[in-house]
C-alpha cells in the first residue's frame, strides 16, 4: 500500500524468511537435493553437510498389467492404492503390500511389474515378508490372519487369531506386519496391541509376547495417583504401554521395534526380548518437527500426538546402520550400528508440487543390496529412490571400520571424507580413535577437541601428561630436593637475612599508608575474620565505592579470564562459542540483589545504608578473585579422573562466596542467624517480584506503543 | 383398547412417511461416503468399455464431408491400425458432436496474413485463430486440439475457459480484498469489437461493460512466428468512477469493483491430449525440464507455475507462497506433439510473465502451456508495528505496458529441445546481439572462485579472518599453473573490507588481505601468468553496515507494505537488500576505482542480473520493469569501464554483457510431475558464452557432477581457499562451503582441467547441434564440427558403434583437435 506522499513514515525493519539462505551462497542452489541435510557434532550441535543420499527414480508409479479381454492382451493401467508395506528381499525384488487393492505387488529391482499375488479373500493386506527362500508371509489384516503363500502363489497356510490362556477375549488381534525368524517364528505386530509383539511358533501356535513397551508414567500421572480419590482414579483412562508400530530384522536375527513413545523409540531385541540400546535416544529434534504443512492436514488422526515423534518404521542397511523414518516431520534419519546418529535430513512439503525424495506420507522404508532407500508413500502411491551419494558411501565404509576397530584402515578413509567435507566433526573422532590406537596422543589431543569428544580429550590428555612426567621426572625431583634443601637453609638462618624481614615491614607501613590500597588489602582481612571484617567496613571505613568498583572490576576479569582459560576437559565448549554474555545476567543479578536486600533490610530493622551492601556484597565476591584463575590455570593440567577435585575447588569456591554473603548480611545488618535467613528467603523472593514487574511494565508499555502505531496506520490508509 | 379410525389412519400414514424419509436419507448419506476415486474409476473403466464398442461400430462410419470429419476418419483408420490404446482416437467421432459444438469449424476462419512460411487465419465471430505452416503442412491452432477430446473428461467451467481466447483472473476490491476470481470472455459475454485485418494479421478488443474490462489484442506473422500482444493502449482493467457511479445509481447496489490481475491470452495454443503419447511440454525449470504426454497419471492437481526472473520479493515477502523450486532464468516454454514442435519466448512485460503448464488430467484432460500475465499482485499489508498482524490484499495500480509472446513453429532439423533450444539461439543472437565466441587459443578458461577473508565470532568480539590474502592467492595461481592449469578466470570474492560478511562501503581493499595494492599486485601477477581475474561485486546489493551512506530505513529496498526487505536466518548475518537506484548510484562511483586496480572485470550476480525486485521506497521508486534497465545499465557501465562482466545465475537480459556465465543450474527443481532435464539452456548458450555451473567442490557426487558437466559442454568451477577448510568453521557465512583447501584439490583440478581441455577446448566456439539419449544411462552430445562427446553413468561400460565408453566416464568419438 502506497502512502501519501509528503507523509512520514515509520519504516520497520523485518526479518526474512530463512528460505532464502540458500539463496545467497554463490552457485550452491544450482544442483541440490531438495532437502537440506544435518548431522550432529560432538557438541550436539546440528552441523550442514553434503546429501548422504540422492534422489534418483521413482519406482511403483507405472504398473501395467496385462490383461486379455475379448481375445486380444491389453495393458491395465493398476496404480497402488494406498500401500502399507514393503519388502526387499536378498535378490532386490521388490514386494508392496497394495492394501486397498487387497493385493501384493511384485516388482523386480528395476522396477517393472512381475506379478501380483492374490490369495483367497485377502482382504487389506497391510504387512508383507519374503523369507530367504521365497516364501511369502502376509499380514492379511482385514481378515485378521497371517497367510503363508509360496513362492508360486500358492496358499501353504493360514493362521489365524492365536489362542491361548494368556489372551483373553477382549484382545483385539489384528496383525499389520510381521518378521519371520531363521527359526520360522513369526513376530507379528498387531494393531493397538500393548501387550507388545505377538510371537507364533512355525505352526502358528501363540508362543509369548515379545518386546513390550514399558508404561510411561509422567509427573502428572504420579500428582494425580497422589491425590486423586479412587473414583476419579477409576475414571481416567488407563495408562498403558504405547503400541509398537513396525519391525523389523536384520541378518544376525536381531529385531528393531519402532514405537512411539518417548523413550525407547527404537529398540534393538535379542532372541530373549531384551532392548540392547535401553540408554539411547532417537527421534529428532521438536524444532524440525512438524515442519510439513501436511501435518497440521493429519492432526485428525487422534493416534499421532503433534509433537510426538512419528517414527513409522525403520529398516536396518547392509552396513548395519539404521534408517529411520518419520511420518509427522517428514524427516528421515540414519544411525549408525551403535545408535549414533549420522545424519538426518528433512525437506519442506508443499501441497500442490510434490518433489522426488520428499515423501509426504512416508509409510515404510527398505534398503537393497546396494544399499540404496526405498520409501513407500501411501498418499503418493509410489517408492521414493534414494542412492547413496559418494560421501554417504564413504561415511558408511569409515564408519563399519572404525566400529570393527579397524582404525588403522579406517584412517586413509575419514581422510577422505574430511576431504570431501572439512566441517563433518564426526570425522575428527574417528581419525582421532585412530591417533590413539597409534599412541600419537599430541595428534588425538588434537583431533578429540576438534570433534568434541571429551573423554577421548581427557584420556589423550592423561597419556600426554604421564608421558611428561615420565620424561622430566628427573629433573622434577632434582628441582623439587634442591628447593628443600634452599628452604631448611633459610629457616636455619633467618636471623642473619633480618634485612628482608625489614624490608617486608617497611612495605606493609607503606601499604598501610595509603588508603585505598589498606582497603584493597582488607579484603584479605574479611576472608579470614568475616563478621568482624564485615563490620570494619561501616565503621571502621575499610571499604569504599572506589575500593567496590575496583573489587567488582577484578571479579569482572577474573571470570572473564576463567571462561576463556579453563581446559577444555571441563568446559565442553568449542573455543569460539565461548562467550562473554554470561556476564551480563551476573552483572543484572547481583545489581538485583544489592538494591532487594537494601530494601529489604531498611524494612526489616536492619541497620546498613546502601553504601555498606553495595561495598559488602562487592568484597563478598572476592574468593573468586582468589581461586578463580588458579582453578583455570590448574584445569590445565587436570583430566576427568581429577574431575572430583577440581569440582571441589569450584564448588568452594561458590559456596565460600554464599557464606561471605550470609555473614555480610548478618553483621552489616545487625541481625541472628534467623533473621539473616529470612531477610535472604525475603531478598530472593523480592527479586523475582522485581523482576516480574519490570517484564509486566516492559511488555504492557510495548503492547501500548503498538497500540497507538496500529490506530495511526488505520486513520492514515 | 380401541382407537378411533382418524388416528389409526394419522398413525400409519406418520409411519410410512418416517420410512420413506429414513430410506431417503441414508441412501443419500451412503452415496456420499462412496469415495470419489473409486467413482471416477469406474466411470472410467465403463466409459474404456463403452468407447471399445462405440469404436467397432463407428470404424465403418466415416464421411462427414467437412474438413474436421476427413481428419476424424483418418485418426480412426490410425485408431485401428495402431491398436487397442488409440482407439480413443474414434470416440471423437461420437463425442465430436461436443468438441465441434464448443470450438469453431475449420470453415469459420478466413485468412488474415501470409508470408514466406505461415499462413494465419483468423475467426472474427470467436477471436481465434488459425496457422498453417506451409514449409511441413502443419497446423497450429490457438484453442485446444481436437484429437482425444473426451467430453467428460473436462468439466463444464474448464470447457468454458478452452473456448475463450482469453482467461481473466480479477479481484473484487468491494467484495474481498484478498480474493482472486477466474473468468474467461465467454462468461462475461463480450462482445468482439473493432475487429481489423492488418497487414500483418489481424487485431480486436474485446469489450465486457458488464463488468468493465476491455483487452485489446493484436496477432501479427513475422517470418516463421506468430506474436501474439495485449496492447496497452485501450486496455480497461476495470470500471472507471463514472461507471460505478453510474451502476450504483441504477441498481442501488454498491459496485463491486472489479479489477484485472492476471491475463492469459490464447492459453491453449497448441494444447494437446495425451492420447498420442509422443510429445512433451518443456518448461524453463532449471536448465529446462520436459513434462512428457503420459495418459494414466495418478488424478492430482500438479501443475508448474514459476514466475519469469524469479519472484518479486516487493510482493512476495512475508506472503507465504515463497516457490521452492529454481527461479526461472529465460521468459521460454516449448510444446512438442508428434512432429510438431514450437517454441514460445515471451517479449514484451517478460519481467510481469509466469509461466504456467500443466499435464494432462491435473486440471483437464489436456497438456498445455501458457505465459500468464501479472497486472496486480497480492502482497501482505502490515498493520501493527512488529508487522505480524495485517492482510492480504493486491496493488491499487497495476503495471503497465504491451505484453507479447512469440510462438516459433519450428520447421525442419528435428523437432524437439534441441530444435527448441536452436531457435532460441537464434533469437538470442539476432535480437539480443549475442555473438559467436572467438577464443584466443584452443584452451578452456578454468573459473576459480577464491574466497578472501570473512569475519568469525570470537569471544569478545568478532574478529576477522583472512582466509586468502593476495600473496597467498599468488601462490595459488602459481601452482596451479605449474601444474597444468593453463589458462583460468579468477573471482575474488570477499576481498571488500571487513570480509564477505560485510556488506557496505567496500573499498578499499581490506588490509587484512593485502590491501589495494596488494591486490594490484596479484592482479598484474596473475596478468604475467595469462589468467584473468575479476573482483566479486554481487555484495553491493545488500548493505549492513551502514557506509557509502546508507541508513536502512531510507535506502532498503521497500514492499508495498513499507517493510524493508532483510535476510538472515538464524546462523545468517543479517543484511538489508538496498534499493537498486541507490545501488547504481555506489556501484557507478565504485566502478572507477575497480580500473584502478586493474581488474579486467566484475562477477556480478545476486540484485544485479540474478534478483529483479520492484522498489516502493518513495526515495529510490522503481517498477520492476525499470529495476531490469537499472540493473541493464549497470552491466553496460562495468562493460565500456572494466571490459568485461561475469554473472553468476544471471537472468537472460544480463546474457548481452556478459563474457561468462556461472552458476548455470543443471538440475531440474525435484518435481514428481516433471520427466526429464534437458539441457536446453546450455544448447543454447554453448558456442555464445562460456559457462560454468555450481562449484564442483560442493557437489554432492563428485564424479557425477562431471560428468554432467561434460555432457552439458561448461568447464567445472572451484572455489578454493589458501587457509584449511576447518577455519571455516565458526565464521558468519562460509560455514557451508565443505571442502576449500586448494592443496586438497589442485592435483584434481589440474586432471580434470586436462580432461575437459581435451574434450572441449576446440569447440568452445562451436554450437551444439544435437543431444540424445542413446540408452540409460548413456547421452550424446553433438557439435556443429561433427564432434561427438558421450557420456556414460552406468557403473557398466557402453558398447557403442565401434567404440566403448567405460563406466562413469566418457568418450569422445568422430572428431577431435583440428
Known amino acids: 500500500m502506497e502512502k501519501r506522499r509528503g507523509r512520514r513514515r515509520i519504516i520497520h525493519l523485518l526479518t526474512f524468511l530463512g528460505i532464502l539462505v540458500a539463496a545467497w551462497s554463490p552457485g550452491v542452489a544450482a544442483a541440490e537435493p531438495p532437502y537440506m541435510t544435518f548431522s550432529k557434532d560432538g557438541y550436539d550441535r546440528r552441523i550442514p553437510s553434503q546429501a548422504a543420499y540422492y534422489p534418483s527414480t521413482v519406482v511403483g508409479d507405472n504398473i501395467y498389467k496385462t490383461m486379455v479381454q475379448n481375445g486380444a492382451e491389453r495393458l491395465e493401467y493398476s496404480p497402488?492404492?494406498?500401500?502399507?508395506?514393503?519388502?526387499?528381499?536378498?535378490?532386490?525384488?521388490?514386494?508392496?503390500?497394495?492394501?486397498?487393492?487387497?493385493?501384493?505387488?511384485?516388482?523386480?529391482?528395476?522396477?517393472?511389474?512381475?506379478?501380483?499375488?492374490?490369495?483367497?479373500?485377502?482382504?487389506?493386506?497391510?504387512?508383507?515378508?519374503?523369507?530367504?527362500?521365497?516364501?511369502?508371509?502376509?499380514?492379511?489384516?482385514?481378515?485378521?490372519?497371517?497367510?503363508?503363500?509360496?513362492?508360486?502363489?500358492?496358499?501353504?497356510?493360514?493362521?489365524g487369531r492365536p489362542k491361548s490362556r494368556f489372551i483373553d477375549e477382549s484382545f483385539h488381534y489384528e496383525p499389520t506386519n510381521l518378521v519371520v525368524d531363521a527359526r520360522g517364528f513369526m513376530y507379528v505386530i498387531s494393531n493397538g496391541s500393548y501387550q507388545g509383539v505377538v510371537q507364533l511358533d512355525p505352526e502358528g501356535n501363540f508362543y509369548g509376547f515379545y518386546g513390550t513397551?514399558?508404561?510411561?508414567?509422567?509427573?502428572?500421572?504420579?500428582?494425580?495417583?497422589?491425590?486423586?480419590?479412587?473414583?476419579?482414579?477409576?475414571?481416567?483412562?488407563?495408562?498403558?504401554?504405547?503400541?509398537?508400530?513396525?519391525?523389523?530384522?536384520?541378518?544376525?536375527?536381531f529385531i528393531y521395534t519402532v514405537s512411539a513413545t518417548d523413550k525407547e523409540q527404537v529398540k534393538k531385541l535379542n532372541i530373549r526380548g531384551e532392548?540392547?540400546?535401553?540408554?539411547?535416544?532417537?527421534?529428532?529434534?521438536?524444532?524440525?518437527?512438524?515442519?510439513?504443512?501436511?501435518?497440521?492436514?493429519?492432526?485428525?488422526?487422534?493416534?499421532?500426538?503433534?509433537?510426538?515423534?512419528?517414527?513409522?518404521?525403520?529398516?536396518?542397511?547392509?552396513?548395519?546402520?539404521?534408517?529411520?523414518?518419520?511420518?509427522?516431520?517428514n524427516a528421515v534419519t540414519q544411525y549408525g550400528p551403535n545408535g549414533e546418529l549420522l545424519f538426518f535430513w528433512t525437506g519442506p512439503v508443499t501441497i500442490g508440487s510434490p518433489q522426488l525424495g520428499i515423501s509426504q506420507s512416508p509409510v515404510a522404508v527398505d534398503t537393497n543390496s546396494k544399499n540404496e532407500l526405498f520409501v513407500l508413500d501411501d498418499s503418493q502411491n509410489l517408492i521414493h529412490v534414494l542412492k547413496p551419494t559418494e560421501f554417504g558411501t564413504l561415511l558408511h565404509q569409515a564408519t563399519t571400520l572404525s566400529q570393527e576397530g579397524k582404525y588403522a584402515e579406517s584412517e586413509p578413509v575419514w581422510r577422505e571424507v574430511l576431504k570431501l567435507n572439512a566441517l563433518y566433526s564426526p570425522a575428527y573422532q574417528g581419525l582421532a580413535e585412530a591417533a590413539y590406537y597409534k599412541e600419537d596422543y599430541k595428534e588425538a589431543l588434537r583431533l578429540f577437541k576438534l570433534s568434541g569428544d571429551v573423554g577421548g580429550y581427557s584420556d589423550s590428555f592423561w597419556q600426554l601428561r604421564l608421558q611428561w612426567f615420565q620424561r622430566h621426572f628427573s629433573a622434577l625431583a632434582n628441582t623439587?630436593?634442591?628447593?628443600?634443601?634452599?628452604?631448611?637453609?633459610?629457616?636455619?638462618?633467618?636471623?642473619?637475612?633480618?634485612?628482608?624481614a625489614n624490608g617486608s615491614k617497611r612495605f606493609r607501613g607503606f601499604l598501610g599508608k595509603n588508603r585505598l590500597l589498606s582497603q584493597l588489602r582488607h579484603a584479605f582481612t574479611i576472608l579470614r575474620h568475616p563478621i568482624d571484617g564485615f563490620t570494619d567496613l561501616r565503621y571502621g571505613q575499610k571499604g569504599s565505592y572506589l575500593s567496590a568498583f575496583i573489587l567488582l572490576s577484578f571479579v569482572t576479569l577474573v571470570l572473564l579470564a576463567k571462561e576463556y582459560y579453563t581446559s577444555f576437559t571441563f568446559m565442553p565448549v568449542p573455543s569460539n562459542e565461548r562467550s562473554s554474555g554470561f556476564l551480563l545476567t551476573g552483572a543484572v543479578t547481583w545489581l538485583t540483589w544489592v538494591v532487594c536486600n537494601y530494601l529489604i533490610g531498611s524494612i526489616r530493622q536492619g541497620e546498613a545504608r546502601f553504601k555498606d551492601v553495595f561495598v559488602g556484597s562487592s568484597y563478598a565476591l572476592?574468593?573468586?578473585?582468589?581461586?578463580?584463575?588458579?582453578?583455570?590455570?590448574?584445569?590445565n593440567i587436570m583430566t576427568l579422573s581429577e574431575s572430583s577435585i577440581y569440582g571441589f575447588f569450584e564448588t568452594g569456591m561458590l559456596v565460600w562466596c554464599g557464606c561471605l554473603f550470609f555473614w555480610k548480611i548478618q553483621s552489616l545488618q545487625n541481625y541472628g542467624v534467623g533473621e539473616t535467613v529470612g531477610n535472604i528467603l525475603l531478598t530472593a523472593f523480592a527479586m523475582v517480584i522485581a523482576w516480574v514487574l519490570i517484564s509486566i511494565i516492559a511488555g504492557l508499555s510495548s503492547e501500548l506503543q503498538n497500540f497507538f502505531y496500529t490506530i495511526y496506520q488505520e486513520v492514515s490508509m | 383398547m380401541q382407537m378411533p379410525a382418524r388416528w389409526k389412519r394419522l398413525f400409519v400414514l406418520t409411519l410410512i412417511a418416517a420410512m420413506t424419509s429414513a430410506s431417503i436419507v441414508t441412501y443419500t448419506i451412503a452415496a456420499e461416503t462412496k469415495k470419489p476415486g473409486q467413482a471416477e474409476a469406474a466411470k472410467t473403466d465403463s466409459e474404456q468399455e463403452a468407447k471399445q464398442e462405440d469404436h467397432a461400430v463407428n470404424a465403418q462410419e466415416s464421411e462427414t464431408g467437412t474438413k474436421a470429419g476427413t481428419s476424424q476418419t483418418k485418426d480412426a483408420k490410425e485408431g485401428a491400425t495402431t491398436g487397442s490404446r488409440t482407439a480413443k482416437g474414434a470416440n471423437g467421432q461420437t463425442a465430436k458432436n461436443s468438441y465441434r459444438s464448443l470450438f469453431p469449424d475449420d470453415d469459420s476462419f478466413r485468412l488474415a496474413s501470409e508470408n514466406a512460411n505461415l499462413r494465419l487465419y483468423v475467426d472474427p465471430k470467436t477471436g481465434h485463430f488459425l496457422v498453417k505452416d506451409k514449409r511441413s503442412g502443419r497446423e497450429w491452432r490457438s484453442f485446444p486440439d481436437a484429437y482425444g477430446w473426451n467430453d467428460k473428461?473436462?468439466?463444464?467451467?474448464?470447457?468454458?475457459?478452452?473456448?475463450?481466447?482469453?482467461?481473466?483472473?480479477?479481484?473484487?476490491?468491494?467484495?474481498?480484498?484478498?480474493?482472486?476470481?477466474?473468468?474467461?470472455?465467454?462468461?462475461?459475454?463480450?462482445?468482439?469489437?473493432?475487429?481489423?485485418?492488418?497487414?500483418?494479421?489481424?487485431?480486436?478488443?474485446?469489450d465486457m461493460p458488464g463488468i468493465g474490462f476491455a483487452i485489446p489484442v493484436?496477432?501479427?506473422?513475422?517470418?516463421?512466428?506468430?506474436?501474439?500482444?495485449?496492447?496497452?493502449?485501450g486496455f480497461k482493467d476495470g470500471k472507471t468512477s463514472e461507471e460505478m457511479a453510474a451502476y450504483e445509481a441504477k441498481t442501488k447496489k454498491k459496485d463491486k469493483n472489479a479489477r484485472i490481475a492476471g491475463l492469459r491470452l490464447y492459453p491453449f495454443l497448441g494444447a494437446h491430449t495425451s492420447d498420442r503419447e509422443d510429445g512433451y511440454l518443456l518448461i524453463p525449470d532449471g536448465p529446462g525440464t520436459l513434462i512428457q504426454f503420459r495418459k494414466d497419471r495418478p488424478p492430482n492437481n500438479n501443475f508448474y507455475f514459476e514466475a519469469v526472473y524469479g519472484e518479486d520479493y516487493a510482493f512476495s515477502n512475508n506472503n507465504p507462497s515463497l516457490s521452492i523450486r529454481q527461479p526461472v532464468r529465460m521468459p521460454v516454454f516449448g510444446i512438442k506433439t508428434g512432429d510438431q514442435a514450437l517454441l514460445a519466448v515471451i517479449h514484451d512485460g517478460a519481467e510481469y510473465a509466469n509461466v504456467l503448464a500443466a499435464p494432462s488430467k491435473s486440471m483437464n484432460q489436456y497438456n498445455w502451456a501458457t505465459a500468464e500475465f501479472t497486472y496486480r499482485q497480492r502482497f501482505f499489508q502490515p498493520t501493527d508495528k512488529r508487522k505480524q498482524n495485517g492482510f492480504q490484499t493486491f496493488n491499487k495500480d497495476r503495471a503497465q505496458g504491451d505484453r507479447s509472446v512469440r510462438y516459433y513453429f519450428l520447421n525442419g532439423g528435428s523437432p524437439d529441445y534441441v530444435g527448441m533450444a536452436s531457435r532460441y539461439r537464434q533469437v538470442l543472437m539476432e535480437e539480443e546481439g549475442l555473438k559467436r565466441v572467438s577464443p584466443d587459443e584452443d584452451a578452456i578458461r578454468l573459473p576459480v572462485y577464491l574466497l578472501g577473508a570473512d569475519s568469525k565470532k570470537g569471544f569478545l568480539w568478532d574478529s576477522y579472518e583472512a582466509l586468502t590474502t593476495t600473496s597467498q592467492a599468488e601462490e595459488i595461481v602459481n601452482e596451479l599453473t605449474a601444474i597444468g592449469v593453463k589458462k583460468m578466470s579468477v573471482t575474488y570474492a570477499g576481498w571488500q573490507k571487513g570480509g564477505i560478511s560485510d556488506f557496505g562501503g567496500h573499498f578499499p581493499v581490506d588490509n587484512g588481505i593485502g590491501g589495494n595494492e596488494g591486490m594490484r599486485q596479484f592482479i598484474e601477477f596473475a596478468h604475467v601468468k595469462g589468467h584473468d581475474v575479476t573482483l566479486d561485486a554481487s555484495s553491493y546489493t545488500f548493505n549492513n553496515?551502514?557506509?557509502?551512506?546508507?541508513?536502512?530505513?531510507?535506502?532498503?529496498?521497500?514492499?508495498?507494505?513499507?517493510?524493508?526487505?532483510?535476510?538472515?536466518?538464524?546462523?545468517?548475518?543479517?543484511?538489508?537488500?538496498?534499493s537498486p537506484r541507490f545501488m547504481q548510484k555506489v556501484l557507478e562511483k565504485d566502478l572507477g576505482k575497480f580500473y584502478l586496480l586493474g581488474a579486467d572485470g566484475l562477477t556480478l550476480g545476486e540484485g544485479l542480473g540474478a534478483l529483479l525486485n520492484s522498489d516502493f521506497n518513495e526515495r529510490h521508486k522503481a517498477t520492476r520493469e525499470e529495476a531490469k534497465g537499472i540493473q541493464q545499465q549497470l552491466f553496460d557501465e562495468a562493460v565500456q569501464t572494466l571490459g568485461s562482466v561475469r554473472a553468476e545465475g544471471a537472468n537472460a537480459y544480463a546474457w548481452k554483457y556478459v563474457d561468462a556465465l556461472d552458476g548455470l543450474p543443471i538440475e531440474n527443481s525435484f518435481d514428481l510431475f516433471v520427466d526429464e532435464t534437458v539441457p536446453f539452456m546450455q544448447i543454447a548458450l554453448h558456442g555464445l558464452i562460456p559457462y560454468s555451473s555450481a562449484f564442483a567442490n560442493t557437489a554432492d557426487n563428485y564424479a557425477t557432477y562431471l560428468l554432467k558437466n561434460m555432457e552439458y559442454g561448461s568447464i567445472p568451477s572451484f572455489m578454493l581457499t589458501y587457509a584449511a577448510s576447518q577455519d571455516l568453521i565458526g565464521t558468519r557465512s562460509l560455514y557451508n562451503y565443505y571442502s576449500t583447501h586448494y592443496k586438497d584439490w589442485s592435483e584434481e583440478i589440474a586432471k580434470q582441467y586436462g580432461r575437459f581441455n581435451e574434450a572441449l577446448g576446440d569447440v568452445q566456439d562451436r554450437m551444439i547441434v544435437g543431444h540424445r539419449s542413446l540408452a540409460a544411462g548413456v547421452y550424446e552430445t553433438a557439435y556443429d564440427n561433427g564432434k561427438r562427446i558421450v557420456v556414460n553413468y552406468n557403473e557398466s561400460p557402453y558398447h557403442g558403434d565401434g567404440y566403448e565408453v567405460k563406466a562413469q566416464d566418457f568418450a569422445v568419438v568422430h572428431g577431435g583437435r583440428s
Open chain 1, 275 to 329: 532392548n540392547q540400546w535401553k540408554d539411547k535416544k532417537f527421534g529428532i529434534e521438536p524444532r524440525f518437527r512438524n515442519r510439513s504443512q501436511a501435518a497440521e492436514a493429519q492432526t485428525t488422526d487422534s493416534k499421532q500426538e503433534v509433537q510426538k515423534s512419528g517414527l513409522t518404521d525403520i529398516t536396518v542397511d547392509r552396513n548395519g546402520n539404521l534408517v529411520a523414518i518419520d511420518k509427522v516431520s
Open chain 2, 153 to 206: 473428461d473436462n468439466t463444464n467451467t474448464w470447457k468454458k475457459h478452452m473456448q475463450s481466447p482469453v482467461f481473466i483472473k480479477y479481484v473484487e476490491f468491494n467484495v474481498r480484498k484478498d480474493q482472486i476470481k477466474e473468468t474467461n470472455v465467454l462468461d462475461q459475454k463480450a462482445a468482439i469489437e473493432r475487429f481489423e485485418t492488418t497487414d500483418t494479421g489481424f487485431r480486436l478488443t474485446f
Open chain 1, 213 to 253: 513397551n514399558m508404561t510411561e508414567v509422567s509427573l502428572m500421572d504420579i500428582v494425580r495417583k497422589l491425590f486423586y480419590t479412587e473414583e476419579q482414579l477409576s475414571r481416567q483412562v488407563r495408562t498403558l504401554p504405547s503400541t509398537i508400530r513396525n519391525i523389523h530384522i536384520d541378518e544376525q536375527g
Open chain 1, 622 to 635: 572476592f574468593p573468586i578473585v582468589i581461586l578463580g584463575l588458579p582453578l583455570a590455570a590448574v584445569s
Open chain 2, 545 to 578: 553496515t551502514g557506509r557509502d551512506g546508507f541508513r536502512s530505513s531510507r535506502d532498503g529496498l521497500q514492499d508495498l507494505g513499507s517493510v524493508v526487505i532483510k535476510y538472515g536466518g538464524r546462523n545468517e548475518t543479517s543484511r538489508t537488500l538496498v
Open chain 1, 480 to 500: 623439587a630436593f634442591i628447593a628443600a634443601i634452599l628452604i631448611w637453609i633459610f629457616y636455619r638462618s633467618k636471623k642473619k637475612l633480618r634485612f628482608i
Open chain 1, 80 to 159: 497402488l492404492k494406498r500401500p502399507q508395506d514393503l519388502f526387499i528381499d536378498d535378490r532386490d525384488e521388490i514386494y508392496i503390500a497394495d492394501t486397498d487393492n487387497n493385493r501384493i505387488v511384485h516388482l523386480n529391482r528395476d522396477g517393472g511389474f512381475v506379478r501380483e499375488i492374490t490369495a483367497k479373500g485377502m482382504k487389506s493386506p497391510q504387512g508383507v515378508f519374503v523369507t530367504a527362500g521365497g516364501t511369502i508371509y502376509v499380514a492379511d489384516t482385514g481378515n485378521k490372519r497371517i497367510l503363508k503363500i509360496s513362492s508360486n502363489g500358492e496358499l501353504l497356510a493360514e493362521y
Open chain 2, 218 to 233: 493484436e496477432v501479427s506473422l513475422k517470418d516463421d512466428y506468430v506474436e501474439t500482444k495485449i496492447l496497452e493502449e
